[in-house]
C-alpha cells in the first residue's frame, strides 16, 4: 500500500510540473526547432467526421505568398491578453497552415492551445474541447511531453458536455445486469469492501465482506493461516494484491507459484487474485513500457492458478491514470474473470479548462473508459478507491470537496454501470498526505454512509436479490407502462446545475438534486411514442439538453 500513496502523490506533483513547463513553453515559443509537423495518424479514432473538418479547416493549407506569420501570431497574443477572443481566434487561425508547415509538432501544440482557450472565453465549449484535444495529439508527437499530452486530453473531458437519460424500474425486463459465472462472482448488486481492517463495517454499522489484502509475490501463503481462517470462518471474500516488488523477471511458472496457488484452493475460502495491480502506473515497481512482457507474465500467473486453483477468480485491474495505455496491458479474455479498476480523487485545480483554479472534475465518471471497454464482456469491479479530504498540494482541509464527489460517486455507481460488481474503499492511513481514514472525518465518514445506502444495489450479503433496476435509455428505446422514476446524468463544464426539468410530451417535472429524479406514470401511453426532453439550469439558464423519443410498452 505504500506504492499507493506514493504514487498519489507523484501524481499531483506531475500535474502541476506539466503547468509549469506549459508555462515555459508559451514564454519561448520561438525558440522551437523548425520541423515540419506530422499530423496525427489517428484522427479518425479521436474525431467525428464533423470535428475533422473543423479541425483540418484551421490547419489548412499555407497560401503561395508570404506572410509575416510570427507578426501576427503575436497580434493574436495581443487581441487574447486584451480580451478580444474573437479578433484572437481569427489571427491565430491565421497562422495555422503556417506552423503547420513548417514549425514542429510543440508550436502547433501551442497554438491549438491558444486557441482553446479563446474559444472557452467565449464560452463555445464544444470548439475548445475540439482544440485541446487537438493540442493533445501534437504534444503526444513531441519527444518528452506525454504527461503534458496527457493534461491537455483531461482539459479536453472536462469541457464535455452530455445528458444520459436513465429509468429505474421494478419491471425485471429492464435488468441490465449480466451474470457472467466468473469464480465468486455475486450475479446481482455491488458488493462492499474495505481495506484489511475490520472499522469500516464497525465505523458504518454495514458489513464489508470484501476484504482487500497486500502482499509481495515470494510470499508464502501458508504462513498467513489465521487470515484464511478467519475469512472462511466470517464468510468474507478475499480479495488478494500478489505484487511483484522484486519485478516481474522474479515472476516464473515453478514451484512456488504453483504450491501457492494449491494452498489457496485448499483453504475452502472465496478469493479473488489480483495479479501487479496498477501495472500501467510508471511509479510501481513492477512497471514496464513493455507491455508484451507484462502480459506474458500475467498470463503464467494465471494459467497456474485456472489449473490448480479454480475456484479463485483473476482479476486485471489497472490505475485509472494514465488511462490511454490501459487497454495495452490487457492479457486476453481467456485469463482475466474480473476487470478491475483502482479509481482515487485527488483535488486538481491545475485542470481546470476554465482557468479559475476549480477542480471540476467527477469523481463519478472515472470508471468509463474501463467500463465501456470491458463491460459488456466481464464483471467490473472498483478493486480499490478512496478521495483524499486533504490536499498535499494546496496543504489545507477539502472535506466539503471530498464529501461533494463522495455523494456524486455513490449516488451513480449503481445507476451508470449495471455490471460492477464489487467496489473496495481503501480506509487506511496515508504515508504520502493524502487523508483516507474515516475514523478522523465525522463529515466524510458521513457522506460515505449515506452513500453506500442511497440504493439497494450495494450489497453486504453476495444472494441479495435486486428490487429496483436501471436503464440508460436512448431515442428508440423501450419503458414499461405504469409508475417508473426517470434520473439522469448531466456533464456541462462548471458541473454547476441548479435544476433539471424533464418535459414529458411537453409536461413539465422539476428536480433540484442529483441524480435529478422524478416519478413519472406512463400508463396512459401504452403502445405510442413519447418524447422527454431533459434541460439542466444554472441562474434560469439551460446549460445542458437532450431529447428522447421512447417507446411505451405493457
Request: charged share 20%; with cysteine.
Amino acid at each position: 500500500m505504500l506504492m499507493k500513496t506514493r504514487k498519489l502523490k507523484r501524481h499531483l506533483i506531475r500535474c502541476v510540473s506539466v503547468v509549469f513547463a506549459v508555462m515555459l513553453c508559451i514564454q519561448s515559443l520561438g525558440t522551437f526547432a523548425g520541423a515540419s509537423s506530422t499530423a496525427p495518424a489517428n484522427d479518425e479514432n479521436v474525431f467525428t467526421e464533423e470535428e475533422l473538418s473543423f479541425i483540418k479547416a484551421i490547419e489548412g493549407t499555407a497560401p503561395a505568398s508570404k506572410m509575416n506569420y510570427w507578426e501576427k501570431w503575436n497580434k493574436a497574443l495581443s487581441l487574447q491578453s486584451e480580451g478580444d477572443y474573437q479578433g484572437a481566434i481569427e489571427a491565430f487561425r491565421q497562422t495555422a497552415p503556417y506552423f503547420k508547415k513548417s514549425e514542429g509538432s510543440a508550436n502547433m501544440a501551442l497554438l491549438f492551445m491558444r486557441l482553446g482557450q479563446c474559444y472557452v472565453s467565449l464560452t463555445d465549449y464544444y470548439n475548445g474541447a475540439l482544440c485541446y484535444r487537438r493540442s493533445s495529439q501534437y504534444w503526444s508527437l513531441t519527444p518528452g511531453e506525454s504527461e503534458t499530452a496527457r493534461y491537455f486530453n483531461i482539459m479536453a473531458d472536462n469541457l464535455k458536455m452530455d445528458v444520459r437519460l436513465y429509468l429505474k424500474t421494478s419491471d425485471a425486463r429492464f435488468n441490465k445486469t449480466k451474470f457472467f459465472g466468473a469464480p465468486n462472482e455475486n450475479q446481482y448488486g455491488i458488493l462492499l469492501g474495505t481495506t484489511y481492517n475490520d472499522d469500516t463495517s464497525a465505523l458504518t454499522g454495514i458489513k464489508h465482506t470484501l476484504e482487500l489484502q497486500y502482499f509481495s509475490y515470494g510470499t508464502n501463503f501458508k504462513d498467513h493461516t489465521y487470515l484464511f481462517d478467519a475469512a472462511k470462518e466470517n464468510n468474507t471474500l478475499l480479495q488478494i494484491a500478489l505484487q511483484p516488488s522484486a519485478g516481474l523477471k522474479s515472476v516464473e511458472r515453478n514451484d512456488y507459484l504453483i504450491e501457492q496457488a494449491k494452498y489457496l484452493e485448499s483453504t475452502g475460502c472465496r478469493i479473488l487474485l489480483r495479479f501487479a495491480n496498477e501495472m500501467n502506473d510508471q511509479t510501481c515497481a513492477w512497471y514496464t513500457e513493455d507491455y508484451n512482457e507484462y502480459i506474458e507474465k500475467f498470463r503464467i500467473v494465471a494459467s497456474v492458478f485456472k489449473t490448480y486453483a479454480p475456484s479463485v477468480g483473476i482479476v486485471w485491474a489497472p490505475n485509472f491514470y494514465p488511462a490511454d495505455t490501459v487497454d495495452l496491458y490487457y492479457p486476453g479474455d481467456e485469463y482475466v474473470d474480473y476487470v478491475g479498476l483502482s479509481v482515487y480523487k485527488g483535488y486538481s485545480p491545475q485542470s481546470d479548462p476554465l482557468g479559475e483554479g476549480v477542480d471540476r472534475g467527477r469523481w463519478s465518471n472515472v470508471l468509463d473508459k474501463v467500463y465501456d471497454t470491458y463491460g459488456d464482456r466481464k464483471p467490473i469491479i472498483v478493486s480499490e478507491s478512496g478521495c483524499s479530504y486533504f490536499s498535499v498540494e494546496l496543504q489545507k482541509d477539502i472535506t466539503d470537496f471530498s464529501v461533494k464527489q463522495m455523494k456524486d460517486y455513490y449516488t451513480y455507481l449503481p445507476i451508470k454501470y449495471p455490471n460492477l460488481k464489487m467496489a473496495v474503499i481503501f480506509n487506511k492511513e496515508s504515508a504520502s498526505g493524502c487523508q483516507y481514514l474515516f475514523s478522523r472525518n465525522e463529515a466524510v465518514l458521513e457522506a460515505y454512509k449515506r452513500g453506500i445506502t442511497s440504493s439497494p444495489r450495494f450489497i453486504s450479503d453476495q444472494s441479495t436479490q435486486p428490487t429496483e433496476y436501471y436503464s440508460e435509455l436512448e431515442s428508440g428505446y423501450t419503458v414499461p407502462a405504469g409508475q417508473v422514476e426517470l434520473c439522469s446524468y448531466i456533464l456541462e463544464p462548471l458541473n454547476e446545475i441548479d435544476y433539471v426539468i424533464y418535459k414529458v410530451n411537453d409536461v413539465p417535472y422539476v428536480t433540484y438534486d442529483i441524480p435529478y429524479a422524478v416519478p413519472v406514470d406512463f400508463s396512459a401511453y401504452v403502445g405510442q411514442t413519447l418524447t422527454v426532453n431533459v434541460q439542466a439550469f444554472r441562474n434560469d439558464k439551460v446549460v445542458a439538453q437532450e431529447s428522447f423519443d421512447l417507446q411505451v410498452i405493457a
